[in-house]
């Protein structure tokens, strides 16, 4: 059957018309972003070219993902914004020193993604406000990881923005479940309806076809327009007759007809599509140079263009990347070879030197060291950019190329590693089967080991995980000290977490005896590390008292000279050294800094870890709607890569938010969940969280067992400590003065001597203390607590002092602090322990009036923080950057805030926002 015609754009009615709306709004200054998702063939490219067709007066820029063994970092995100670097002095200093760190224009420390995707955001607003932007990204699931981190996030935030942002991505691969686009809004399209196919066919197939034979063509291609097209236009009437339901996918069938067509083109003009599709730039300039390399020229480029499998304009576009994938499927390896030499050749060496090095490497014929050099090279300039998941790949083909079976093993080995940092759990196992099979020695053997525990560990934390690693730490003492610490440190941890689900010799006074006994331990070390690991051990072994000294120096060394690797490896125990001091500001710089350099880097296994605490400590901090978006961020990225985020957090959250029909449904999965997966410490969380929650409730029975039930549940003494306050207080409410009282004898047994403890000491003090000597401790408890960034734990003070006050016969200064915990609470959105206090206040003779915040000026929470910012002198492009928005964005705010509060400039918030509700409350008396 002859070639199919060209169609014109037919069907797609609905869809063109959400087209349509999305460009008339950025016309008029709303931008928004939309997912195209669907099968290969199913016409998602078709809509993104309808869309540019319809841009009138628009710029269109277009990025098109390529399938490709190595990626290079921030490359499609570099494609999308090098026409606008011209304008980079516009951006503040830190977003144009993490682009130009990114884009490799410049050296420093791996940047945020989160910052280069701010100083992306500001880029498109800034074009756009000349003349609206349509961004056009097709096969988005081929995009480099870090790319489509930054432009995930750049889509979040598109608002006040005359830009469109619209990618494609294929649901029939298994790189579409993208975190980054998962949570933008999606159009899925399915096939044609029958009218529509059957008009496309009509108008795209010469001939008749029979109708029999187009009925069923529609049924079995499920209205696939690329399919009708292709397969009608590319199989004989027989063929077509005897259809082919159930003969292979969707995808494979068209890609099989692909290969035949290529397969009828002469021999040169095959070459001249291999060397096509291996260039992942679409850059004509570098494809025509390299066609010259290789003799060819326009006739060859004509031939394929005449089947129209490509064009050629200022782009090079193939008909389908399923062509493209054809084309090179179809080269012989000598082929594909020859055609990425000759692009390695044409490639500017000073320009482009890692795209030169992947065309060298895929030339390859057989091992080179010098080139397998390069490539550890250029990974480790990769990972210095945050692009993580590019650095792993250049190590994987660099131990391809590695002759010497041991340095092969070696080169393996730290590509499995940076893989498993990058959430990459399945290749980072594959790449340490092939490790095992190589390795001669001791120390590589027991490396295999090491990764293959902590893979296992990433993946499902439990009962077997400490005795696998300290199996391996022990394997490695007298080996590598340097590597036998961390590995017991990876034991200490993962023990932690088992508790007293722990196999048989991984609990934790197990694991701390037999570090506190190895080699490893006994050689003098100068690092934090060790002082890390000897600290913890010796809290196990020997008490808090025996551990301070330790534990604060590996922390304060930490804090004052941070070594990135280890806020990739060990950064939990990092910040939780800092929790058992009962430092919470330490505690909170350290996971903060942990969170930024596994993003950073691109590190995603880490940062999902890292998210867990950074919720914990913001939630306990009362940010809950901070706390809120944590989790959010954690659990995408942890159901992309294989990983789980640590509950404690969620937990808390849900406690402090205080919806029982919200908050025991989810502590009792994270309970059951517990103890299925064999983690001590998340089922401790899950009853130590859901006290809180009943505290806060006045259920005050409930909350006691929930209590007793957590204080022995891990083998570590804080948190056990963080515990004992909620029992104390449900006892002392539910008449069990006796268990109260032993418990507070357990709490003061160990507790430090900061603000932190010494005011959640007092505070429970004060509840079983009698008379008037209550007060003074009530007042320590508040002034302690004050000083910390434990906002509930203060406000909660407040509360119960006021309660005390009430009972006393005193209820205008007990209205004072409990007003005062009221707003607290309320301006967290900690509600039931808000209602406990107005319940309170109420008894004290008080009539709660409404929240003014929002219910005076009618402020959306977001606005509320913008105008509060803006008050007190914040600028717009401040603001954005504290708020990851664009400056236009915090502009387009400010105008509705103004509307809403009657005012016209900024000089006028200072009025219309007083200070109520910043935080500002009555001390104790």
Partial sequence: MSRSRSAAFMGRARERIELDALLA???????????????????????????????????????????????????????????????????????????????????????????????TLGLLSEVAAERPLVCLVDDAQWLDSVSKQVLGFVGRRLNAESVLLLFAVRSDTGDADDPGFAVLPGLTLGGLTDEDARELLTATVPGRLEGRVRDRLIAETRGNPLALVELAGGMSPEELAGGFAGRQSMTGMLHDLYLQRIAGL??????????AAADPTADPVLVWRAARVLGLGREEAAAAEAEQLLVIDSLVRFRHPLVRSAAYAAASPEQRRTAHQALAEATDPQADPERRLSHRAAAATAPDEDIAVELE?????????????????????????????????????????????????????????????EADTDLQRALVARLRGQIDWAAVPGRSAPVQLLR???QLDGLDAGLARETYLDAWAASLVAGRFADPGGHLPEVSRATLQSRALAEPSPGPAHLLLRGLATLIDE??????????????????????????KGANLVATAAALLWDFDTFALLSGRWTEHARASGALAPLVGSLGVRELVTAWSGDLKAAAALRDEGETIAAATGTRMFPLGAALLAAYRGHADEGIPLI???????????????????????AVLRNGLGQYAEAVAAAERAVDETYLPQITWWVLPELIEAAVRAGKRDVAEQALRRLTRHAGDSDWPVGIESRCRALLTDGTAAAPLYAEAIERLDRTPLRPEAARAR???????????????????????????????????????????????????????QAATGLT?????????????????????????????????????????GITSRRALREALPTLGDGSSAGPR
């Fill in 543 to 568: 008490g808090p008292a025996a551990a301070a000294t330790s534990l604060r120096q590996a922390v304060d060394a930490f804090v004052h000279d941070p070594d990135p690797g280890w806020f990739q």
């Fill in 266 to 275: 002469p021999e040169a003009a095959r070459l001249f599509l291999v060397l």
């Fill in 377 to 437: 090279r250029a990974a480790g300039r990769a990972e210095a950019r945050g692009g993580l998941s590019a650095a792993a790949g250049f190590l994987q083909r660099a131990a391809t190329l590695t002759e010497r079976p041991g340095t092969r093993a070696d080169r393996t080995l730290a590509a499995a590693s940076a893989h498993l940092q990058a959430g990459s759990l399945r290749t980072a196992a594959g790449l340490v089967a092939e490790a095992e099979a």
């Fill in 799 to 853: 509360l119960l002092y006021g309660e005390w006050l009430r009972r006393e016969q005193r209820p205008t200064d007990a209205r004072d602090q409990l007003r005062a915990a009221h707003e607290r609470f309320s301006a967290m959105g900690a509600e039931a322990f808000a209602e406990r206090a107005r319940r309170e206040l109420a008894a004290a003779g008080e009539k709660i009036r409404r929240p003014e915040s």
């Fill in 25 to 119: 709004d950025a016309r008029h200054g709303a931008g928004s972003v939309l997912v195209i998702r669907g099968e290969a063939g199913i016409g998602k490219t078709a809509l993104m070219r309808y869309c540019a067709r319809q841009a009138f007066g628009f710029q269109v820029r277009e990025v098109c993902g390529v399938e490709s063994e190595m990626e290079l970092p921030f490359a499609a995100l570099h494609q999308l914004c090098a026409p606008m670097l011209d304008r980079l002095d516009v951006l503040p200093a830190p977003q144009q020193q993490a682009i130009r760190v990114a884009f490799g224009l410049a050296g420093g420390s791996p940047p945020d993604p989160f910052i280069v995707g701010l100083a």
């Fill in 472 to 474: 391996v730490a022990t």
């Fill in 668 to 690: 009792e999965a994270t309970a059951a969940a517990a103890v299925e997966r064999g983690e001590g410490i998340s089922l401790q969380a899950a009853h130590w969280t859901e």
């Fill in 861 to 901: 929470s977001q606005e509320e923080h913008i105008a509060r910012l803006a008050r007190d002198g914040r600028t717009n492009p401040e603001i954005g950057a504290e708020l990851f928005i664009s400056a236009r964005t915090v502009e387009w705010h400010l105008r509705k805030i103004y509307i809403k509060l």
